[in-house]
């Protein structure tokens, strides 16, 4: 039988869509069932037929289901075939998508070459700004590890640091607007206020805290509210949710993963190899070119469902490396559950890649390089 995963992507699309048409922080369901995203009305028909095959008639309106949105999955009014480890999930979190909804309205809006993903622009801004502003492949690499760190490291930038990026990358786009400007503008939202500026962020991951709040709620982190400053200009840059959750927040073990390989590997880790395609790729035996020698890549993914990211998880084909990883976060590596739901929704449809946890890959990476020598 067919499970529900679709029925609530179906459903975070729908929600991405009247969050985006509405004011961030109170927004709702329309009034009028005309105004709701089509994607909402499927996941409504494919609940009905859910209900129905239960025995249950009495059909919800759209507002209940709004509702059932702010409930973890276990609760639900009626049973969602969904795996035991995403029970305790939610659509909607602290009234804002949570990181579940967001990932999973990212997977089915991927795949739709219609659709206006703030993710997807930034990503291709990024790209284009990394590859204008390079005469070869090497130099745009780097400028592509350069600026995936900065969106990673920088959750807050003073307007001065925008100069200095503007001096790094100068390429211009064919209006004659510097290609790292319109990365910037799309990535981040400008604050009016110059001087010193004063904000509450984590102290761990660096994500800005909302007036109230004591935690930052970013997966596994346990950083503390401090307070920290910025001399601006005129004002500061703060990364925009969508930055944050696709780009900063997963971002977080990948260049933890990264930095602490890069200090005894140097230039045998290759941070993002081929702009992306995998998240670490190493070079054991310094061929220069991937598939010849030993080469060991990893994929690291942070995400809330272990069961939705093994349905969808694809490796590169172009990373033809000798030992492919698909490669755990802590906190994710750790879950009840979560390696088996993952693992079991990837057998049989990908084939060669080991699971593993950071600490795991880091550890066998180290060993494996230090044999080398
Ligand atoms: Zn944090």
Redesign the pocket.
Known sequence: MADDYMTLQLLAVGLAQIQLGQQEGAWRLPDVPAGLPKAWTAGMRRLAWRLLEQRQHRLPSHQDVFRWCHLPLGEWPLDLLVAEGDEDLLLIEGGQLSAFADQSASLILSKDPEAELVENCCFELLLATADRNATTEEEAQRNYVHLRSYFIEHTVVADTAMTELLRLYRAKDPQGRPWVKELFLRAYRFQPGGGTVLLNV??????LLAEGDS????AG???KRVQDTWEALEGVYVQHRATRRFFHDPGLAELRIINQLRAELGDRLHPWWGMDAVDAAVDFTGSGEMGRGEWWAADVKDHASGALLGKNFRWDPRATAKRRFLVLPAHRFGQHRYVDDLVSEMEGRVAGVEVVSEAAFVGQVLARFRGCR
Do not use: A, V
Not at 202 to 207: A, H, I, L, M
């Open positions: 984590c102290s761990d991951c660096r994500n935690l930052c709620g970013t982190c346990t950083g």
